[in-house]
């Protein structure tokens, strides 16, 4: 069994670390009271542990035996109501490795995390069949680098009013033995498994390799949003790895938007303000995207040196349906802050028509174009760009 505390985070910065570690403590006596002296019991990491025990009992009461006791554990006459998070593996005869069994279990306990409802999930067939295709994908990917199987799309931007073409965003494709997969298949897998790293850094390059050509050949320098992934920014080297690209295919930085999530911009522990001034030196355009979905606070965008403000599909999905809506909301503070504001996932004349109304600056969406292959989009851009 592994298991974690939900939000453990917050109870450090509620009651400060010293309470934290008592906690800690606290659950570690408390594993050992449930499962008894014959279980492994291990803190795996931070608030994350690991139990390793006889399930010839009922599997069922171990598992409710640690919500009853650890739920509201009890320090110097204050309980902390806390909540736990378990994923079970059941070991077979046949397993035979330890960290592969852990592994199993970690995925169980990812699964339990998904649903804020369900406190335990128990290893089964459907994630079985999870694991084996991540396996599969896992097993091909190098190979795919290597072979150029991951290709760029590019998604049309255009500027509301005059419908014009402002840029594209690049988007990833794979194409395996003729077929093509789209991202929700690799992208979360490849942020687990920090491919992702890699494929970035991949695609980044293919991009300015295409704009290079489209500076030769056709005179033109159209902005080019990329994707850039959280575990970019917990690598200090990766500015200057990007930096050096441009460099390599004498792209102007300006001509480049960084689009970061806004989970990520307004992830702990990272100083993203410091991070994004030094890509604002280095010349590149930042962009926040799926603005909206996170939880930002506006004083920090105040704060940021960003560009462009993209507004969630989520909340274009909306317009028409006589819902209440953010998006007049979000463009009046853009313009406020003097940011450029794009709508993304927009697929109505209803909808670009709103946008119009509310002065949003660029939409992105298959009311303009899908993302298109590169030989497509050459002939777009051809057409399109002024
Ligand atoms: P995203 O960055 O939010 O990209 C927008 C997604 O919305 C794209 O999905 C795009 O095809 C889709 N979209 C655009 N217009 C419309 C529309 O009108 N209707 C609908 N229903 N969808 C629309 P896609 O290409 O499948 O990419 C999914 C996500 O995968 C992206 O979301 C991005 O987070 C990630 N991704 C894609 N390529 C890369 C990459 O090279 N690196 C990284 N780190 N992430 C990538
Ligand atoms: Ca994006
Ligand atoms: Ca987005």
């Known amino acids: 069994m592994m298991l974690d505390i939900n939000k453990f985070k917050m109870i450090n910065k509620a009651y400060g670390y010293a309470v934290g570690d008592k906690i800690l403590i606290n659950i570690g006596n ?12 291990a803190r795996y990491s931070n608030d994350y542990f690991a139990v390793l025990f006889d399930y010839s009992d009922n599997i069922y009461t171990a598992i409710s035996k640690v919500i009853n006791k650890i739920e509201n554990i009890k320090i110097s006459n204050i309980t902390y109501n806390l909540t736990v998070s378990m994923g079970v593996y059941k070991i077979k005869e046949k397993d035979k490795n330890i960290s592969a069994v852990i592994d199993k279990a970690i995925v169980a306990h990812s699964e339990s995390k998904e649903n804020p409802y369900e406190r335990y999930y128990i290893y089964d067939d459907k994630l079985e069949k999870i694991v084996e295709e991540d396996e599969k994908i896992e097993g091909l990917m190098y190979n795919a680098l290597m072979r150029r199987e991951f290709k760029v799309y590019f998604q049309p931007k255009v500027f509301t009013d005059t419908e014009t073409m402002y840029g594209a965003e690049a988007l990833t494709r794979w194409e395996h033995n003729g077929k093509i997969i789209t991202p929700n298949k690799f992208i979360p897998l490849f942020e687990k498994n920090k491919f992702i790293l890699k494929l970035d850094t991949y695609i980044f390059e293919e991009v300015c390799r295409n704009m290079r050509l489209w500076k030769e050949e056709l005179g033109i320098e159209p902005i080019i949003s990329i994707n850039v992934s959280r575990d970019h920014f917990m690598d200090e080297h990766f500015l200057e790895k990007y930096y050096m690209i441009v460099a390599k295919y004498d792209i102007n930085p300006n001509k480049i938007d960084l689009e970061i999530t806004e989970s990520v911009a307004f992830e702990e522990g990272v100083d ?17 995207d799926d603005f909206g979905t996170g939880y930002s606070s506006l004083s920090m965008i105040q704060d940021m040196p960003i560009d462009i403000i993209k507004i969630d599909k989520s909340f274009i999905d909306r317009i028409g349906q006589k819902k209440k809506n953010m998006v007049d909301y979000i463009i009046k503070i853009a313009k406020e802050l003097n940011l450029m504001t794009i709508a993304e996932g927009v697929e109505t004349k209803e909808q670009r028509d709103y946008l119009l109304e509310k002065s949003c600056d660029i939409i992105q969406g298959y009311y303009y174009s899908k993302p298109l292959p590169i030989h497509e989009f050459e002939k777009y851009l051809k057409t399109n760009y002024k």
């Open 272 to 288: 993203i303000i410091e991070i994004m001034n030094r890509i604002k030196k280095l010349g590149f355009l930042v962009s926040i």
């Open 30 to 41: 408390k594993l050992e009271e449930i499962f008894g002296k014959t279980a492994l019991i």
